[in-house]
């Protein structure tokens, strides 16, 4: 046996380094619930972290942050789940095609743990965020990944709004509310979490989603 079908089973068969991974379920949820379009999305998620496996973490971070920001449109969760606020697993965000800010941050913060950048370095940050031109006074609740080189560090930004990824103080449009990882869940200007990130039920319930799908990080 050869050709497509073959290729495929190759590309699913790159190793996650930090995740157990059940890529047979994976499949096959996505082939029930998305059809040969969400399994081809899964392919091309896989053959991105293939790709970007050997890059330097400055590179996983460019990759990762353009395959999600060119892929996937923006809509709000009422649209595309008929719920006013619902994270989605990052099959379940490729399988649509369609998320809103924190479904990228979550695909972008799985894929570059799967990548073998420790999750110590990431966090995903709320913020207020001003949209338009300078002086506007409009603002949304909006959801960036952060990557701290170090614990102190300024982080990196990784946006959905943006295609490219900037320092936080080059973002002045953003103004952090508190940020969670493995870690825990951090305030506003404290390096130190203030209670477990499970504290966090739509984390909880996302989690317990996406082990169902074959994927435990």
């Not at 495929?8 to 059809?35: C, E, I, K, N, W």
């Not at 506003?188 to 317990?208: F, K, M, Q, T």
């Amino acid at each position: 046996m050869g050709g497509p079908f073959v290729r495929l089973l190759l590309v699913l068969a790159v190793p996650f380094s930090v995740a157990s991974v059940d890529l047979d379920r994976m499949q096959a949820t996505m082939s029930a619930r998305f059809g040969a379009g969400g399994v081809q999305a899964l392919r091309d998620w896989r053959e991105m972290l293939q790709q970007a496996a050997s890059l330097g973490e400055a590179d996983k971070l460019r990759r990762t942050n353009d395959f999600f920001n060119r892929r996937i449109r923006f809509l709000d969760d009422d649209v595309v789940w008929g719920k006013p606020d619902y994270w989605a697993t990052p099959l379940e965000f490729l399988g649509r095609g369609a998320g809103d800010c924190e479904d990228y941050a979550i695909a972008k913060y799985h894929s570059l743990i799967e990548l073998g950048v420790p999750s110590s370095r990431l966090r995903m940050i709320y913020v207020r965020a001003t949209l338009g031109a300078p002086g506007s006074t409009v603002q949304v609740a909006h959801m960036v990944l952060g990557y701290y080189a170090e614990p102190d560090a300024e982080p990196l930004v990784l946006d959905n709004l943006i295609s490219d990824i900037r320092p936080a103080s080059r973002r002045p449009d953003l103004a952090p509310v508190f940020s969670f990882g493995s870690e825990g869940v951090f305030v506003s200007g404290s390096n130190r979490p203030s209670s477990p990130v499970d504290r966090l039920s739509l984390w909880a319930d996302l989690r317990l989603r996406m082990k169902a799908e074959g994927y435990e990080p």
